[in-house]
């Protein structure tokens, strides 16, 4: 079973950047696509960003335009660059793989958008 580690997160004011770094252990990373999830207090979990194997990406509305994933299959690690960060950013962030369904979670990292 593959494992994350997910880091990067801290406390930011509005209109801040982070840049969230996920490493992941095991085989197989290169062929499967990844993505960045976010749960906030009392919400259900939500798909922020994804990516193919092949680079192609996907956003939510919510941080389109705001957000960028990317992977370094090398290093076995994708990357959440977020910018323009608002309070409702506000969440436990997580990456997996896709589809996650059935698969184990890190313990995410922290972001707190305040000021």
């Known amino acids: 079973q593959v494992q994350f580690v997910e880091s990067g997160g801290g406390l930011v004011q509005p209109g801040g950047s982070l840049r969230l770094s996920c490493v992941a252990s095991g085989s197989g990373f290169s062929i499967y696509s990844m993505a960045w999830f976010r749960q906030a207090p009392g919400k259900q979990r939500e798909l922020v960003a994804s990516?193919?194997?092949?680079?192609?990406?996907n956003y939510a509305d919510s941080v389109k335009g705001r957000f960028t994933i990317s992977r370094d299959n090398a290093k076995k690690t994708v990357y959440l660059q977020t910018s323009s960060l608002k309070p409702e950013d506000t969440a436990v962030y997580y990456c997996?793989?896709?589809?996650?369904?059935?698969?184990?979670w890190g313990q995410g990292t922290q972001v707190t958008v305040s000021s």
């Open positions: 997996n793989m896709l589809p996650s369904a059935g698969r184990s």
């Open positions: 990516i193919t194997s092949g680079g192609i990406t």
